[in-house]
């Protein structure tokens, strides 16, 4: 075979076989292919597509470029989720207590913050003492014991995407849906779960902007998610502003505990409720309504609360600034950003992409992998768009361990705030979702 065939393949709109796709993976992972053909057929399948036959054989290849996760010591059925990525995105510890809680075992391996968006491994490390490292025997025996456990993904899973994603990210050929789709997919698959519940997200702090794209993406992973055997379900979120009030890892922590607790935004507790009956529901415990409800028992039972700590005690953290609000910490350094003189009639937009950048120079993510993290640092956003405002009105506070962060963040987070005379219209935070069979449902 010769990549110079596959890239004119490509090029003038063929569809690639199996065996040139699991060729062109092997080739990249041995290092045979160069570079800058691996690039042109990337940009080729942007510009041409790829289909869902296709799609899935590369996400089967990049899959079995590395190692899949064994999980055959943990009995009975194991659920995982996965977000895009987002600002104030921190459902996973809501949605994984809850399920546990609900008698649905919860296996997951999470990232890091990456780009813009928050990382799970993060938040949950902001807890004193955590270990994100658990050995494959650990991290069983806690999924066992407690019914959910969160581990960092290892490199082992998927080279042949750590190589493939990084090619893309230097030539522009990230926002592909086949691409996009085969390189969480693979991933997802390598983690081993039965059951995997999706949330797309779109909108201004999300790499998706349009709603119908994100349903697409959500339409082919879950596609791709059952061609490989998998109950695979999706929903398509709204990131056009960030979810919930709390950006940053410990915040985001504090509001993860506020939520298991009844309390928080209503539109954060719908994304939550929603992801976590589609998990169960996908599991075969009943319909998505049951669930529903049997969220809402073990949320006000204070269940789901209690399985959060008991998560976060099995992996050696201390859960206890989040069982007693009054040993929450918070950042020393603490800026209120007050709407001045021109802001008068409501806010029509927030940059959420901006946003989430400015969590990140208050220190919430790393600028280099060596990089260690404020987990102090974030916002607590007080108004939303939509909201009315009127000079001097609270918009945020930043949070921060370095003084030095405050002026750029706040330069950065007014930019990212537009206001207008009239009230706008705010999308409703729930889309669209695929269920079985790629039926999707709108709300
Ligand atoms: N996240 C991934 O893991 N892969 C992509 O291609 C995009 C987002």
Known sequence: MRMYDLIVKKKNGGELTREEIAWFVRGVCSGEIPDAQTAALLMAICL???????????????????????????PGKKADKHSTGGVGDSTTPVVAAVVAACGLKVAKMSGR??????????????????RSDL?????????????????????????????????????????????????????????????????????????????ENALELADLMVRIGERAGRSVG?????????LGRAVGNLLEMYEAAD?????????????????????????????????GEMIDRAVASGRAFEK?????????????????????VYAPCR???????DCRGYLTRMDTEKIGITAGILGEARKRPEDKVDYTAGIL?????????????????????????????????????????????VPPILYAAVGPNGSVSRF
């Open 135 to 211: 050995s494959p025997r650990e991290f069983a025996d806690v999924v066992n014991r407690v019914g959910a456990a969160v581990i960092a993904q290892t490199g082992e899973l998927c080279p042949a995407d750590k190589k493939l994603y990084a090619l893309r990210d230097l030539t522009g050929t990230i926002d592909n849906v086949a691409l996009i789709a085969s390189s969480i997919m693979s991933k997802k698959l390598a983690s081993g779960a039965d059951v995997i519940m999706l949330d797309v997200k779109y909108g201004s702090g999300a790499f998706i902007k349009k709603p």
């Open 48 to 74: 041409k597509g790829m289909g869902e036959r296709e799609a899935s054989d590369l996400t089967q290849e990049m899959l079995a470029s590395g190692k899949t996760a064994d999980l055959s010591a943990i």
């Open 234 to 242: 999706a929903v398509v979120t709204s990131m056009d502003v960030p």
């Open 335 to 341: 800026r209120e950003i007050r709407a001045d003189g």
């Open 308 to 328: 959060l700590c008991e998560m976060i005690r099995a992996q050696g953290g201390d859960p206890a600034m989040l069982e007693e609000p009054g040993r929450r």
């Open 113 to 130: 913050a990456l780009g813009h968006t928050g990382g799970t491994v993060d938040k949950f490390e902001s807890m004193p003492g955590f």
């Open 381 to 425: 956003i007080a108004k939303k768009t939509g909201d009315p405002v009127k000079p001097g009105d609270l918009l945020c506070e930043l949070h921060t361990s370095d003084s030095s962060a405050l002026d750029e963040a706040e330069r950065l987070y007014r930019e990212a705030l537009t206001f207008g005379g009239e009230p706008p219209r």
């Open 259 to 291: 939520l298991l607790c009844g309390k928080g935004e209503p539109d954060k507790r719908l994304v939550c409720r929603t992801l976590a009956s589609g998990m169960l529901s996908l599991a075969g415990m009943g319909t998505r309504e049951a669930c």
